[in-house]
Every structure is written in structure tokens, then in C-alpha cells.
């Protein structure tokens, strides 16, 4: 078992997949500003800002493997995202590097490929640089700075491209992009296997029956996922049609998700 990191281990991925990590018997510093709503087994909590590079170089000894899942989900002003986003992911990953951790799991995005065709998704390189708004543009920052710890300092790095993590998909297009958090364990575990420093960016998400992307990188680094999504397309409502249907953002791309806007109201 590993002793895992979790920045922003009190949100709702972190939520999702930490009461699974605690029943394999995983040791979880979970790391946030706030406190999470229930504390499991071989678990801590740390109370820190992920933009803090010394507080993060403090919380991350000891860990075997940093998990970073902190700062904003969605659309914010560009200041934001550098300021936290941006900001956060050059913290963790410089503090991991004075803690001593090697590996990193990053959550990227799939926006970071949003304007990315649905049609051309299933042979396009996970690492495809197609951002749909300025939160896409964060993720690929931190993507870059990634690879560049990764040949300076000999990291072992995974940029997992979440397409929906959720404890299980409500609408039609999610399943297709649906990624269970049994399956987010599935790469965390495969991230603390890795040997060999390298980057490997790779498209995070379940073994769905209408799966568009591809998985043979995710499982060339040991990601086998087990999951379908279609077990609940008998309850999965029809996803409204939007300007966004033919690509890979979606719901990004229409008319109510502006550009460098505030989405928590959208």
C-alpha cells in the first residue's frame, strides 16, 4: 500500500475516491483549506493552500505518491487561473520535488482539448494541445510544467485528462466520457507503480461501451479500466443539444459558458 498526498482531497473527486483508497489500506494526508465532511481510515488531514510552495514542500514528506487535485473546476477570469491554478500546480510540484516525491498524478483535463473533434478523438495523441477556455489553457500550463520536471529533475509525472469523474453519469454524453472513481483508483494505483521517470499524459476515463477516446496509453502505463457506464444508460437523461455537441468540451462551448467568466452561477 502507499502513503498518498491529496491536494484538494476535501472536494468532490477527492470525496469520491478517498473512502476507496482507505478500504485498500492506503495511507491518505489529505490537503485543503478546509477540512473534509468525514475523515476515513490511515488518513490525515493538512490544512494548507496549494499556492504555497513551502507549506506544500512541509505537507509532502513522506508521501510515496502526490495526488494533485486542487483548484478551480471550471471557467474562472484569467487571473484566477494563474493565481491558483497555475500558481498551485508549480507549488505542488516544486514542493514535491524538495520533499523528495517522484511521482505526481496530475487531473488535467479534457479541456485542455476541448475544440478537439468527437470525430477525431479515438486516434488523437491525449497530449493534443486544443484548450476550450482559459481553465483548459491552466491545465496545459501545468501539463508543460510537468514535462519540464520531469527532464530537469528525473520525476515520475501522469497528466490524467479527466473527461467526467462523477459517481456515476446522469446524461448521454457521459456515457461516454464517464470515469467511476473505482477506475480513478485504478490509475492512481498505476501511478505509484511507475518506475522510470517520464511524463505520460493519458485520457482518464472508464472502459465505456461508448468510449470515443483512446486508451492504449493509459494502458501502457499499467491503467486498465474496469468499468462501463452503459450499465446506467437505462436512467441517464438525453443531453440537451448545444453548439458544443461535435466537440470534445461540450457544454464549454455554448452560449452560457463565456469565455474568462465566473461559472459557479452558469
Same mark, same amino acid.
Given at each position: 500500500?502507499?502513503?498518498?498526498?491529496?491536494?484538494?482531497?476535501?472536494?468532490?473527486?477527492? $470525496?469520491? +475516491?478517498?473512502?476507496?483508497? &482507505? !478500504?485498500?489500506?492506503?495511507?491518505?494526508?489529505?490537503?485543503?483549506?478546509?477540512?473534509?465532511? @468525514?475523515?476515513?481510515?490511515?488518513?490525515?488531514?493538512?490544512? &494548507?493552500?496549494?499556492?504555497?510552495?513551502?507549506?506544500? &514542500?512541509?505537507? *509532502?514528506?513522506?508521501?510515496? *505518491?502526490? +495526488?494533485? /487535485?486542487?483548484?478551480?473546476? @471550471?471557467?474562472?477570469?484569467?487571473?484566477?487561473?494563474?493565481?491558483?491554478?497555475?500558481?498551485?500546480?508549480? =507549488?505542488?510540484?516544486?514542493?514535491?520535488?524538495?520533499?523528495? +516525491? /517522484? !511521482?505526481?498524478?496530475?487531473?488535467?483535463?479534457?479541456?485542455?482539448?476541448?475544440?478537439?473533434?468527437?470525430?477525431?478523438?479515438?486516434?488523437?495523441?491525449? %497530449?493534443?494541445?486544443?484548450?476550450?477556455?482559459?481553465?483548459?489553457?491552466?491545465?496545459?500550463?501545468?501539463?508543460? #510544467?510537468?514535462? /519540464?520536471?520531469?527532464?530537469?529533475?528525473?520525476?515520475?509525472?501522469?497528466?490524467?485528462?479527466?473527461?467526467?469523474? $462523477?459517481?456515476?453519469?446522469?446524461?448521454?454524453? =457521459? *456515457?461516454?466520457?464517464?470515469?467511476?472513481? %473505482?477506475?480513478?483508483?485504478?490509475?492512481?494505483?498505476? %501511478? %505509484? &507503480? #511507475?518506475?522510470?521517470?517520464?511524463?505520460?499524459?493519458?485520457? =482518464?476515463?472508464?472502459?465505456?461501451? !461508448?468510449? !470515443?477516446?483512446? *486508451?492504449?496509453?493509459?494502458?501502457?502505463?499499467?491503467?486498465?479500466?474496469?468499468?462501463?457506464?452503459?450499465?446506467?444508460?437505462?436512467?441517464?437523461?438525453?443531453?440537451?443539444?448545444?453548439?458544443?455537441?461535435?466537440? #470534445?468540451?461540450?457544454?464549454?462551448?455554448?452560449?452560457?459558458?463565456?469565455?474568462?467568466?465566473?461559472? $459557479?452561477?452558469?
Amino acid at each position: 500500500m502507499a502513503r498518498i498526498a491529496m491536494t484538494g482531497g476535501s472536494g468532490g473527486v477527492g $470525496s469520491l +475516491v478517498r473512502p476507496i483508497l &482507505a !478500504r485498500q489500506g492506503h495511507e491518505v494526508t489529505v490537503i485543503d483549506c478546509k477540512a473534509p465532511d @468525514r475523515m476515513y481510515e490511515n488518513e490525515k488531514f493538512i490544512s &494548507a493552500s496549494v499556492t504555497d510552495r513551502e507549506a506544500m &514542500a512541509r505537507a *509532502l514528506v513522506g508521501a510515496e *505518491l502526490v +495526488v494533485h /487535485l486542487a483548484g478551480f473546476p @471550471r471557467e474562472r477570469p484569467w487571473n484566477d487561473i494563474v493565481a491558483v491554478n497555475i500558481q498551485g500546480g508549480y =507549488a505542488v510540484l516544486d514542493g514535491a520535488r524538495h520533499a523528495g +516525491v /517522484l !511521482r505526481v498524478l496530475i487531473a488535467s483535463s479534457v479541456h485542455a482539448a476541448g475544440f478537439l473533434r468527437v470525430t477525431e478523438a479515438g486516434t488523437a495523441d491525449p %497530449a493534443i494541445m486544443r484548450p476550450d477556455t482559459f481553465y483548459g489553457v491552466g491545465k496545459i500550463a501545468v501539463e508543460a #510544467l510537468a514535462s /519540464l520536471y520531469v527532464d530537469r529533475f528525473g520525476m515520475t509525472i501522469v497528466s490524467a485528462r479527466i473527461l467526467t469523474a $462523477s459517481a456515476k453519469p446522469t446524461t448521454t454524453r =457521459a *456515457l461516454e466520457s464517464w470515469l467511476s472513481p %473505482a477506475d480513478f483508483v485504478r490509475l492512481i494505483d498505476a %501511478a %505509484a &507503480a #511507475l518506475g522510470e521517470p517520464g511524463h505520460h499524459t493519458v485520457w =482518464a476515463v472508464s472502459r465505456n461501451t !461508448r468510449l !470515443r477516446v483512446d *486508451l492504449g496509453p493509459a494502458e501502457a502505463i499499467g491503467f486498465h479500466p474496469e468499468d462501463d457506464a452503459e450499465r446506467f444508460a437505462e436512467w441517464a437523461s438525453e443531453t440537451e443539444p448545444g453548439a458544443g455537441d461535435a466537440l #470534445l468540451g461540450g457544454p464549454f462551448l455554448d452560449d452560457r459558458h463565456p469565455l474568462g467568466v465566473d461559472w $459557479s452561477d452558469a
